[in-house]
């Protein structure tokens, strides 16, 4: 938090990006020091706000009460950029805006609609760009989420080593997953529990003559090239697959750890009626049900209604079966 104080914001109150944020292969847009980074000003708003509950939670008042408020600044900066239905993903040094409707090349970025709604930015613009995102960037039939469209190619811009990549490989246009399920994310955080889950369906029902990989583990990047359309990277790739497993766990089933007690809050799509969860911890099981009526749920836990107020799992005073320690 501090080395981003210390680096300054550029000239629309954004992060600067420097020699590239996530995307590193974005490592021109602001080679010159004055690029900035919309994804990377929410995700900043996002950690300020998490060190500033830390910081108060040690007693740290007056430094909690400074993050808290540069993260306030952060989050206005980034929601300022909402443009053509989205946010922007930036600014080159010469103050042209990247991921923009009019743009020949990237005119929207996945990355940038999703943390809009981590970092808690207004909800109409948040639920309008992340629409346009699903709409945009996703091809259900080949089972890709792109991470921007279009692709740099021969566009007049110079966003960095990404244009290396030929059209719709790896992060320039093709889909990255770590991007996708994020974007899942927060489709299930807005609301919309079968646009998430049709993308999840995609990543785990392949055709093998079109993906060309191994079915029962994630790839990194699915292709959206010419000639390659719908075939897997670079598989194996344990951060995507650490994701799809949070989002389906956390976000769609609602298994949630919070402060040493566990949470049930589903958010399930339509075709899922039903679902039952085993959680297992310390040689102890917690036995989980939920039933799914248009989205009201009736959970149980342990063949009792579940009440909202979370169960200790720390301390093994309740809910352990079989005699095992929760």
Known sequence: CELIIRRGFG??????????????????????????????TFFASIV???MADLCRSLGFHVQSENYRLTSDILKKSAEATFSGGWYLRGYYDD??????????????????????????ADMIKTKTAIFNAYNMLFDEKYGILKLFTPAFDKGPEKPGYIKRCSPGFRENGGQYTHGALWLCKAMFETGEPDWAYRIIKTMTEKNIDIYKAEPYVVAADVYSAEGSYGRAGWTWYTGSAGWLYRVITESMLGIKIKGGRLYIEPCLPGEIESCHIVYRADGGEIDIRIKNSGGEYKIQVDGKDYDKAGYDILSGKKYALNGGKI
């Open 48 to 50: 300020f706000r998490h």
């Open 95 to 120: 103050g042209k805006p990247l991921g923009k409707r009019e743009n020949e090349e990237c005119k929207i970025d996945s990355i940038s609609q999703s943390f809009a709604q981590f970092a808690g």
């Open 11 to 40: 000239a629309h109150g954004l992060c600067k990006i420097l020699d590239g944020d996530w995307n590193d292969g974005m490592d021109m847009v602001g080679k010159e020091g004055r690029g900035e980074s919309v994804w990377l």
